[in-house]
C-alpha cells in the first residue's frame, strides 16, 4: 500500500518537472515560435515568447533587443518602400520622378537587412539560453522521500 502511494506522488511530482520547449523557426521576414508544454505544441507570437521568457533575465534582455531589431528593421523597411513607391506612381502618371528619393528607400530597405538578421540570431540565442535553462533545471529537480513512523516527508 505504502510503495503504491509513493508511486503515484513520484509520478505527480515528475509531472512537474516536465520539459517546456520553446523553438524558432528563422522566416522570410523574421521568425515563427512553438512552444511544447506537456506534449502539446502551440504558437507563439513574440509577445508571448517575452512573456514565456520574463522569468528568466538573461534571455528576456537578449529577445528585448532582438525585438527593438525587428521594430527598427520593420519602420525602416516600411518607409523604404514607400519611398520607392512615390517615384514610380510618378511614372506611372506622367509626372517627372524622383529617382534619389526612390534611391533613398532603397538604401533604407538594404539598412533594414542586416537589423532583420541581428532579430533572428538574438532571438534564437535568447531560445537556447531558456532552453538551455530549462534543461538545467529538470536536471536538478530531484524527489526526496522519506518515511518516519506515520509521516511521509517530502524534499526536493
Known sequence: MKFIFLASIAVVFSHLASGQQLSMYPTFGGAHFEFEKDTMVYQVS??????????????????????????????????GAGLIIVPLA???????????????GAALIIGSIPLSTNYRMRAQNAVDMYNQRKASMKT????????????LIIKF
Not at 90 to 103: L, N, R
Not at 140 to 151: D, E, I, N, P
Open 140 to 151: 536538478q529537480t530531484r524527489l526526496h522521500l522519506h518515511t518516519t513512523g506515520a509521516s
Open 90 to 104: 510618378s511614372v506611372i502618371t506622367g509626372a517627372d520622378p524622383e529617382w534619389a528619393m526612390a534611391a533613398g
Open 46 to 79: 513574440p509577445r508571448q515568447v517575452g512573456q514565456i521568457l520574463f522569468e528568466y533575465p538573461d534571455a528576456y534582455s537578449e529577445f528585448k533587443k532582438a525585438r527593438r531589431n525587428s521594430t527598427i528593421a520593420g519602420i525602416m523597411g516600411f518607409a
